[in-house]
């Protein structure tokens, strides 16, 4: 059985699809499960309120993608390429990525909770009114990235790079700021009431 980075195992796949061109298919209620997905074109491809389950995705390509409303639930993405991908709506729950590019990446609305992105890239990425509760963000890179509204109780942020990144309107109760990299970031005044209290310091009004 394959192991994910993290060290858990991968899910059993059944089926495989490999070296395919669904380039700028419309894949809207379909539904995928225990699918190895292998070098797939899938760039431009559109899914609406589609479902893939335990699926494994290796070096297949979402550039320009567009999935609303669609679940990717307990899924592997290994050296796959989101750029310009959009994912609005989704559901990723349990869903791992290792390896992959996320280039001008746009995540609005629905639950990626318990998503392993550790060490990811993400500089530039959007990602608006989501929960992201639990997720790895390990040694992420979000130089750049809008971070709003995000619901990131409980993620793990160790080494997390947030240069420059806009968290304003996000939970930030499990950053620890001592262990992150902050320089430039944008916050609120709630959030920076959070970090000042995280960092032992006693806020007072007057």
């Not at 990144?165 to 950053?175: E, T, W, Y």
């Amino acid at each position: 059985m394959a192991v994910r980075r993290d060290g858990r195992p991968e899910p059993e796949t059944e089926t495989t699809v490999r070296s395919a061109d669904w380039d700028g298919r419309d894949l809207a209620g379909e539904r995928h499960d225990r699918v190895e997905f292998v070098d797939v074109d899938m760039t431009e491809v559109r899914t609406r309120g589609a479902a893939f389950s335990d699926c494994v995705f290796r070096g297949v390509r979402f550039n320009a993608s567009e999935h609303t409303s669609t679940a990717f639930t307990n899924c592997v993405f290994t050296r796959c390429a989101f750029f310009d991908a959009t994912f609005t709506g989704c559901k990723l729950v349990g869903s791992f990525f290792d390896a992959c590019t996320y280039g001008l990446l746009k995540v609005s609305g629905g639950d990626w909770s318990f998503t392993g992105l550790p060490g990811a890239d993400l500089g530039g990425a959007s990602f608006e009114e989501l929960r992201m509760r639990e997720a790895d963000l390990t040694g992420a890179r979000l130089g750049g990235a809008t971070v709003h509204d995000v619901d990131l109780s409980g993620a793990w942020l160790h080494r997390a790079d947030l240069t420059g990144c806009d968290l304003r309107g996000s939970d930030l109760s499990a950053l620890d700021p001592r262990t992150v990299e902050l320089k430039d970031a944008v916050i609120d005044p709630i959030q920076a009431v959070v970090i000042a209290t995280a960092l032992g310091l006693e806020v007072r009004s007057g």
